[in-house]
């Protein structure tokens, strides 16, 4: 990032369970700008960004397409 910080973060699915988990291990530590987001807005994010083109149907954002992801 421009300010320094650093987001790194990996995908692992598991086409068994049906999930994913997002591991975001050697991201920086919180800083004091406000450009972050919340925990629920990074699940938010990872069901948009990084499920959603991985499946053929729309996602229902408000059906508990949240579930499989840790």
Known sequence: MDNGAVIR????????????????????????????????????CGAVRVSAPLVEDEIPMNAGCLKPLE
Do not use: E, M, N
């Open 9 to 44: 973060v990996r995908i692992a699915i598991d086409r068994k369970a049906r999930g994913a988990v997002l591991d975001f291990t050697g991201t920086s530590a919180q800083l004091p700008q406000q450009f972050q987001r919340p925990a629920g807005g990074v699940h938010g």
